[in-house]
């Protein structure tokens, strides 16, 4: 479970909670109202991380491994 980071805009409390992935917010602790999510680790490593190929470029082959090699199940 990712660990996400949250500032508050109304009093300025910064805290961070334990969430699932698809958990849309949370309220602030200290007083009580929707605090707005930093940004996370993990969305920043896949940001720097950016090897896709060229998108006008010619397409990789299909089944041929692609992306995943097979390992993730998304291939045929
Ligand atoms: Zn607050």
Redesign the pocket.
């Known amino acids: 479970m990712p660990l996400y980071e949250y500032h508050?805009p109304?009093?300025n409390?910064k805290f961070d909670k334990l969430q699932s992935m698809n958990a849309t917010g949370a309220d602030?602790p200290?007083?009580e109202?929707p605090?707005k999510r930093a940004i996370s680790v993990f969305a920043s490593v896949s940001k720097s991380g950016d090897g896709m190929p060229n998108s006008t470029g010619p397409l990789p082959p299909m089944g041929g491994g692609g992306c995943c090699g097979g390992g993730c199940g998304c291939g045929p």
């Open positions: 508050c109304t009093c409390h602030c200290n007083c109202q605090a």
